[in-house]
């Protein structure tokens, strides 16, 4: 994987991860009560914030990835 390529992949994984927390901060109640509440709304919120948390680790597998294909 070239450079640009990796700094690209890392570049959408990157807003991919601002647009699932700011869709998450979005929906987020007052109160932890309100949030037992939410229902469907609170299983989006942890699947988006899910996403988010994956998407780090995606972008640790494209920092690696030289290391690792080199046999270092």
């Given at each position: 994987m070239t450079g640009r390529i990796?700094?690209?992949a890392i570049r959408i994984k990157l807003q991919e991860m601002r647009e699932s927390v700011d869709m998450a901060r979005e929906h987020?109640?007052?109160s932890?009560?309100?949030f037992?509440?939410?229902g469907i709304v609170k299983d989006g919120i942890y699947k988006r914030i899910g996403y988010a948390i994956e998407n780090v680790f995606d972008i640790c597998a494209?920092?690696?990835y030289p290391l690792l294909?080199?046999?270092a």
């Open positions: 990796r700094d690209t987020l109640p007052d932890i009560d309100l037992e509440h939410l494209i920092v690696n294909s080199s046999g």
